[in-house]
């Protein structure tokens, strides 16, 4: 039978999350202040820690967390600003049961987002990376990555993305793009969403890079 989670404590999350934005910064992702990060350290009610807005995601300070609630404002006492995506991180912790979201802004994730906006996704197929996505056993895959248009109205993005986390017959997992601007993923912990975030970010390069090259398959 599969065990619960073990949620982490705010310091140890605090010392992933960080670990997580210098990682991504020096690997281009989460460049300046762009991303943000959270983790689930209680339910029933939500205790998430998320990152505060408009820090540099690659130096993050152990101060620089903020614990929020469901709605997705601060826990008593606590008059630090939350992302201003906050509320994506509030709606994948319920939604999809995510015990951490990383969010990044890749160039490749960024350009493909533009792409395929108009199609509102597309499908990626056949690679072996596709079995680090929870779930998945096979290259013989095909992983849909859907793309929401960019807003500012973060509340309403939330509840569509919402609805696609409770659509019973196709439910939203791992990821997913916003246009022209970048990735969420997801998983049950903070490593499980940055190994997410690892092979989403591989599999946007190798697509980009394939498209840069200008066919379907090259042969030299
Ligand atoms: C270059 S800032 C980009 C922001 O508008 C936003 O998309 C972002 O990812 C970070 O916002 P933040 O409020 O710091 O969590
Ligand atoms: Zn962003």
């Known amino acids: 039978m599969n065990q619960p989670p073990t949620r982490p404590s705010a310091t140890e999350a605090t010392d992933a999350l960080r670990a997580a934005g210098a990682d991504f910064h020096h690997r281009g992702w989460s460049l300046g202040t762009s991303s943000n ?34 709605d997705g404002k601060p826990a008593a006492g606590d008059n630090k ?50 079995k680090g996505l929870d779930g998945i056993t096979t290259h013989q895959s095909a992983k849909y990555i859907e793309v929401f248009p960019n807003t500012q109205d973060i509340p309403t993005l939330a509840q569509q993305v919402r609805g696609r986390l409770e659509d019973d017959a196709d439910p939203l997992r791992h990821g997913f793009l916003i246009r022209k601007h970048g990735l969420y993923a997801w998983g049950e912990d903070i490593d499980a969403a940055r190994r997410h975030i690892e092979v989403l970010e591989f599999l946007f390069e190798c697509e980009g890079r394939r498209l840069a090259w200008g066919g379907e398959s090259v042969r030299l």
Do not use: C, N, Q
């Open 37 to 70: 990060y959270s983790a689930v350290l209680g339910r029933d009610p939500l205790d998430l820690l998320v990152t505060v807005s408009g820090k540099h995601k690659g130096r993050l300070s152990a101060d620089d967390f903020v614990h929020v609630g469901a």
């Open 81 to 130: 600003k939350s992302s201003a995506e906050t509320m994506l991180h509030v709606v994948l912790a319920e939604a999809a049961g995510a015990g951490a979201v990383l969010h990044t802004h890749s160039v490749w994730g960024t350009l493909l987002s533009d792409r395929y906006g108009d199609a509102g996704g597309w499908a990626i197929e056949g690679y072996e990376m596709l």
